[in-house]
């Protein structure tokens, strides 16, 4: 039907679907002027992209529609992300260090100009709240980078209640990401062997690409090594878009997105797929992010000593399935599902993906102490079927760091 036919009859007329299947059903999520678009959306919407999540209130790709291929190219090459949605709020002025700090359950003691931090956020509970990297750009001015909740609206009610002198705000700055083990290579050819060669992990500089302002820093969401480009002109997405795609050409780069598997693998949390609404830092595994023992006060601090001594009561755990009744097309899980130790709910599976570098599924659950020790059998039922778990006994690639308060 044509647009400019449209009448209310015509509505009427639109096909309504009188059968739906829960396991096949694949609704669409609407585009509209709610949702904000990235710097980089055209672009991604020229490189193919095939679905989007919603992050911070912007739409974010998570599929170039062909997984196998993504993954291979983000751990053999180099991808490349639009992560804009990971934005940034800004916290600048006199009482900005003071202001970071008791909003961070991390130490920030240190922390110089040119230096970023993963610094966990908790609510006055002592639930985690978002789990930010944390860019120091001055003495005064911070980045936090955040995952996917309001933490703007948080900081800016904490900063004018407790009347720190400060501005919170979200500025001109879209992360545009390069991952993988040629990232190296690229950011070399992009920006030179002396910038990228004195660039430690967690460290960025203010750099131009073609007279397109840029901070630089060597991170990402992924344990394949890589950087993250933060445009600060939102108007120049689709141009430093084309001009990393072009430069990356010789190292097989393609369009890439957050990868799931990937990132469970190498256990990295996802804030709001792994935790609940009531999930501490403890039991995230993120402990080790979190200081009890120092002099300052923070968000969250009283409620965590009490929590910390009267045990921590849950934890994520990796876990594998033990056999292959699961098949791949119910992965990733569209919601958590209870698991189970000798036929009692213990707690959920919280996500769950292939691995390709295992060629099995594994997921995280998040389970009572009861049930985290290595080589415990769980059981899960997903979509009718059973299927028997077992814990890992640490993250399939880098150690999850538990319980540690230091
Ligand atoms: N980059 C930026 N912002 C972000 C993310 C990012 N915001 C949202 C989300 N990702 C935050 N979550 C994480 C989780 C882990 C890491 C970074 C962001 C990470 N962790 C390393 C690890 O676990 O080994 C290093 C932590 C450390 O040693 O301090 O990199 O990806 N801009």
């Not at 409620?303 to 755990?317: H, M, Q």
């Amino acid at each position: 039907m044509g647009r400019g036919n449209q009448t209310n009859k015509s509505l009427d007329a639109q096909p309504r679907a009188n059968h739906r299947c829960v396991c096949c059903w694949m609704p669409e999520i609407m585009l509209g002027p709610r949702v904000r678009k990235s710097p980089y959306y055209e672009a991604t919407v020229a490189a193919g992209v095939s679905a989007f999540t919603i992050y911070n209130h912007m739409y974010m790709p998570t599929s170039y529609g062909d997984p196998a291929e993504e993954y291979r190219r983000m751990t053999e090459r180099v991808a490349l992300w639009d992560v804009a949605g990971q934005r940034q709020i800004e916290i600048v002025g006199p009482d900005a260090a003071s202001l970071t700090q008791y909003l961070s359950a991390r130490n920030l003691a240190g922390l110089k100009s040119g230096r970023a931090r993963y610094a966990p956020i908790c609510d006055h509970d002592g639930y985690l709240i978002n789990d930010p990297v944390l860019l120091c750009l001055a003495t005064d001015r911070f980045w936090l980078s955040i995952a996917d909740s309001d933490l703007g609206l948080w900081a800016k009610a904490v900063a004018a209640e407790r009347g720190a002198d400060v501005q919170v705000f979200e500025p001109d700055a879209s992360p545009l990401a390069i991952q993988g083990p040629l990232a190296e290579d690229l950011a070399i050819d992009l920006f030179g062997a002396d910038v990228v060669g004195q660039l430690g992990f967690f460290h960025h500089v203010g750099v131009e690409l073609d007279g397109i302002g840029l901070v630089l820093c060597r991170s990402g969401w992924s344990k394949q090594n890589g950087f993250e480009l933060f445009l600060t002109d939102g108007s120049r997405g689709v141009e430093l878009w084309d001009t990393v795609m072009a430069a990356g050409a010789r190292f097989g780069i393609g369009p890439g997105t957050p990868n799931a598997s990937e990132r469970i693998e190498s256990g990295l949390l996802s804030f709001g797929s792994d935790n609940d609404s009531r999930t501490d830092p403890f039991e995230a595994g993120l402990g080790a992010w979190v200081n009890l023992d120092g002099e300052y006060d923070f968000i969250g601090k009283t409620a965590l000593l009490k929590r910390v001594e009267s045990g921590i009561e849950r934890s994520l755990v990796n876990v594998s399935f033990a056999d292959d009744s699961l098949s791949a097309a119910s992965l990733p899980l569209e919601h958590p599902r209870s698991v189970r130790l000798d036929g009692q709910v213990v707690g959920e599976l919280r996500n769950a993906v292939w691995s390709p570098r295992l060629d099995q599924a594994i997921g995280i659950g998040l389970v009572q102490s009861s049930a985290t020790t290595p080589g415990t059998r769980l059981t899960v039922d997903i979509d009718g079927v059973e299927c028997s778990l077992v814990v890992a006994s640490e993250p399939f690639g880098t150690p999850r760091r538990l319980f540690s308060a230091t």
